[in-house]
Each structure stands twice: as structure tokens, then as C-alpha cells.
């Protein structure tokens, strides 16, 4: 099993920023599209980005398109979600998880999580 660990949650007040990183073993990473995925309280969990090997990116929740963005540092074996102008709706436990090679929206198909980590967007 692929241990991947996610750091960088925690409390921030409405229009601020957070960044969360995923650690991903590199050979992992070398071959796996990297998706960030969230789960608010009562609701499913959904998609947010996506990034493919090759680090093209696809934003699946319209919520976040302009203020959240991925990107991937293999050097680091890391992918970071830099999350801006955050809102109370964005309040979950937010995951990274692996996908071999291709990006999608289906949290069943995604072989790896991470342990999650708490954003709470509150004043």
C-alpha cells in the first residue's frame, strides 16, 4: 500500500490562504496523475484538481476555478493545492490520492490516500 501524507490544514479566516502538500514515494509519482479530492460534513466527496504526469491540470469543482490551483514538484516528490480567497464552503477534510497515470473525477478509481487533513474557513 502507497502511503501518501498530507500536511498543511487548519483554521483561516474567510479570503485567506492555505497551502497543502502531499508527500507521494517517487516512484509513485513518476507514474501517477496526483487528484485532490475534499469531504465537507454530511455531503460527498468530490474532485476539486487533478494534475497528470506531465502536469497538466483539471479543475473539477467550479467553486474553486480562479482561486485554487495544483502543481507538482518532482524533485520534492510533492504536490501542492494552493488555495486563495478561501470561503466557509470550503471547509472539509481535503485528500490526495494516486491515479495511474490519467487524471479523473472518480474517487473509486484512485488506487492511494492520504490520511486527509482539516481546512476550516471560519470567522
Known amino acids: 500500500q502507497v502511503q501518501l501524507v498530507e500536511s498543511g490544514g487548519g483554521l483561516v479566516q474567510p479570503g485567506g490562504s492555505l497551502r497543502l502538500s502531499c508527500a507521494v514515494p517517487?516512484?509513485?509519482?513518476?507514474?501517477?496523475?496526483i487528484g485532490w479530492f475534499r469531504q465537507a460534513p454530511g455531503k460527498e466527496r468530490e474532485a476539486v484538481l487533478c494534475?497528470?504526469?506531465?502536469?497538466?491540470?483539471?479543475t473539477y469543482t467550479n467553486s474553486v476555478k480562479g482561486r485554487f490551483t495544483i502543481s507538482r514538484d518532482n524533485a520534492k516528490n510533492t504536490v501542492t493545492l494552493q488555495m486563495n480567497n478561501l470561503k466557509p464552503e470550503d471547509t472539509a477534510i481535503y485528500y490526495c490520492?494516486?491515479?495511474?497515470?490519467?487524471?479523473?473525477?472518480?474517487?473509486?478509481?484512485?488506487?492511494?490516500w492520504g490520511q486527509g487533513t482539516q481546512v476550516t474557513v471560519s470567522s
Open positions: 490520492a494516486t491515479r495511474f497515470i490519467q487524471c479523473s473525477d472518480n474517487w473509486g478509481s484512485f488506487a492511494s
Open positions: 517517487k516512484f509513485t509519482l513518476e507514474h501517477s496523475a
Open positions: 494534475i497528470t504526469r506531465a502536469g497538466s491540470s483539471t
